[in-house]
């Protein structure tokens, strides 16, 4: 074999992953929009009192067996984001990405949007990098206030 025959074949086989990759992503992406109309359409506001929260793999949280049996095998490996919180008189372990697991704080009521199990959005609370900007906006409206202190 010659070299030439060797980069067709690499090509070749490049092209096959690349085309396959594609094939997949477009069907992850078809999954994951009706997935996501399904949340649409049975989420619910409810407020919450956050007791405790933390990132911890689903086996060591204490999950319904229904709910661990029913979630993906890959799952049980990765550690997700964990909130734990009482819902009227009943104390629940809900699930929530990354970004809502910042926003939330612990030992306050929250207004969310639930389903089922997962936290799907914080209403009415402001988001890390909002509270930052807040924080930096504060710091340098009192540094502008002492200079002026000092002029006068």
């Known amino acids: 074999m010659s070299t030439g025959d060797i980069i067709i074949i690499i090509t070749v086989v490049v092209g096959l992953i690349f085309g396959l990759l594609y094939f997949l992503n477009k069907k992850a992406a078809q999954k994951m929009s009706v997935q996501q109309e399904m949340i649409d359409r049975s989420k619910q506001l409810v407020n919450i009192f956050v007791i405790d929260k933390k990132k911890a793999k689903i086996t060591e949280v204490n999950m319904p067996k229904v709910v661990t049996e029913q979630m993906p095998k890959f799952y049980k490996f990765?550690?997700?984001?964990?909130?734990?919180?009482?819902?009227?008189p009943?104390?629940?372990?809900l699930i929530c990405s990354k970004h809502i697991f910042n926003a939330i704080t612990v030992k306050k009521n929250v207004k969310v949007e639930l389903a089922g199990i997962y936290i799907v959005n914080v209403?009415?609370?402001?988001?890390?990098?909002?509270l930052k900007a807040l924080k930096k906006a504060k710091k340098q409206k009192e540094k502008e206030a002492k200079k002026e202190a000092k002029n006068s």
């Open 78 to 88: 990765i550690k997700l984001y964990f909130v734990q919180a009482k819902i009227g």
């Open 90 to 93: 009943q104390i629940m372990t």
């Open 123 to 130: 209403v009415g609370m402001k988001s890390p990098q909002e």
